[in-house]
């Protein structure tokens, strides 16, 4: 059974931080790539950020130099520290996982639930 477990969203103001955490757990076979994306009303799902098994991330261009994506290999855990957030960040973050779970055919995308993040004074 796949399950992604988010949690760290929020309200905060502008200028603020937040960190998102993302579990992941079950029969986990392999996990590649973890990232977060997110939608805000009205808009598509877009990714945020997202980082490979060995480490590298990739950002997206209205979020470098704010966010930082890590991963914890031993723990399948991938987070998102949030620094200076700004109003146009606002959305629900999903987690995403590229991997494969045991009983499941091969290596598959997984989502979380979602979390909401609100950046508003």
């Known amino acids: 059974q796949v399950q992604l477990v988010e949690s760290g969203g929020g309200l905060v103001q502008p200028g603020g931080s937040l960190r998102l955490s993302c579990a992941a757990s079950g029969s986990i076979f392999s996990i590649n790539a973890m990232g977060w994306y997110r939608q805000a009303p009205g808009k598509q799902r877009e990714l945020v950020a997202s980082?490979?098994?060995?480490?590298?991330?990739d950002y997206a261009d209205a979020v470098k130099g704010r966010f930082t994506i890590s991963r914890d290999n031993a723990n399948n855990t991938v987070y998102l520290q949030m620094n200076g957030l700004k109003t146009e960040d606002t959305a629900v973050y999903y987690c995403h996982v590229y991997g494969h779970w045991l009983g499941s055919w091969g290596f598959q995308n997984y989502w979380g639930q979602g979390t909401q993040v609100t950046v508003s004074s």
């Open positions: 980082i490979a098994n060995s480490g590298s991330p």
